[in-house]
C-alpha cells in the first residue's frame, strides 16, 4: 500500500462518501415513494466526524430515515430556501453541534402569492391554496400581510410549506 500516494487514497474515500450520500439519498425517494419496506434498512453510520443520518425535510424539521425528527435551524432553512421534501444530511458532531446539508432537492417551481397571518403564523396564498412560510424568512424579507411575494414549492405542489424567495 505503501505505492498508493495519499491523494489517491483520499480521492476513493471521497467517492466512497458520495456514493454512500447518494444511495441514502436514493433510498430515502425510494421510501417516500413506496413507503416503508422492511427490506429498506435505516440509513445511519458513525463516522470519524459524528453520527450521519440522511433524512426528508418536512418544512420545519428533518425527518431522519431513523423516523426520528430531527429541528432544522429556521435561519439555514430560509437561507438555503429549502423546500418541503428536500434530501439533507445531518451530521451530529461528537460535541452535540447539528451539521446540515441539502444532498438532493426536490423539482421545484416558482410561485407568486399574497402573505397573510393566521392564528400566528404565516401562509402564502397561491390560486386559492395557503402554503406555510418560516417566521425567519418572514422577516428576513421584512414582508407584511397583504404583500406580494414569490416562492418555491415543489413541482408537484403537494406541500404544505413554500420557501420564500423574495418580497415583490
Same mark, same amino acid.
Given at each position: 500500500?505503501?505505492?498508493?500516494?495519499?491523494?489517491?487514497?483520499?480521492?476513493?474515500?471521497?467517492?466512497?462518501?458520495?456514493?454512500?450520500?447518494?444511495?441514502?439519498?436514493?433510498?430515502?425517494? @425510494?421510501?417516500?415513494?413506496?413507503?416503508?419496506?422492511?427490506?429498506?434498512?435505516?440509513?445511519?453510520?458513525?463516522?470519524?466526524?459524528?453520527?450521519?443520518?440522511?433524512?426528508?425535510?418536512?418544512?420545519?424539521?428533518?425527518?431522519?430515515?431513523?423516523?426520528?425528527?430531527?429541528?432544522?435551524?429556521?435561519?439555514?432553512?430560509?437561507?438555503?430556501?429549502?423546500?418541503?421534501?428536500?434530501?439533507?444530511?445531518?451530521?451530529?458532531?461528537?460535541?452535540?453541534?447539528?451539521?446540515?446539508?441539502?444532498?438532493?432537492?426536490?423539482?421545484?417551481?416558482?410561485?407568486?402569492?399574497?402573505?397573510? @397571518?393566521?392564528?400566528?403564523?404565516?401562509?402564502?396564498?397561491?390560486?386559492?391554496?395557503?402554503?406555510?412560510?418560516?417566521?425567519?424568512?418572514?422577516?428576513?424579507?421584512?414582508?407584511?400581510?397583504?404583500?406580494?411575494?414569490?416562492?418555491?414549492?415543489?413541482?408537484?405542489?403537494?406541500?404544505?410549506?413554500?420557501?420564500?424567495?423574495?418580497?415583490?
Amino acid at each position: 500500500m505503501a505505492d498508493v500516494p495519499d491523494k489517491q487514497i483520499k480521492r476513493l474515500r471521497s467517492l466512497i462518501r458520495e456514493a454512500e450520500t447518494n444511495l441514502a439519498a436514493a433510498s430515502e425517494l @425510494l421510501i417516500s415513494l413506496v413507503g416503508d419496506d422492511e427490506k429498506i434498512a435505516p440509513i445511519v453510520r458513525d463516522e470519524t466526524l459524528g453520527k450521519v443520518i440522511e433524512g426528508v425535510f418536512d418544512g420545519q424539521n428533518m425527518v431522519g430515515s431513523d423516523s426520528k425528527t430531527y429541528p432544522v435551524p429556521a435561519n439555514y432553512a430560509s437561507k438555503s430556501k429549502l423546500v418541503q421534501g428536500d434530501i439533507l444530511k445531518l451530521t451530529i458532531a461528537e460535541d452535540g453541534a447539528f451539521l446540515y446539508k441539502q444532498i438532493g432537492p426536490v423539482p421545484r417551481k416558482q410561485v407568486v402569492g399574497t402573505l397573510s @397571518l393566521e392564528n400566528g403564523h404565516y401562509f402564502i396564498n397561491v390560486n386559492g391554496k395557503n402554503y406555510r412560510v418560516l417566521l425567519a424568512s418572514v422577516t428576513y424579507f421584512k414582508a407584511k400581510p397583504g404583500d406580494q411575494v414569490s416562492a418555491n414549492i415543489p413541482e408537484d405542489e403537494s406541500a404544505e410549506w413554500a420557501a420564500l424567495e423574495a418580497a415583490l
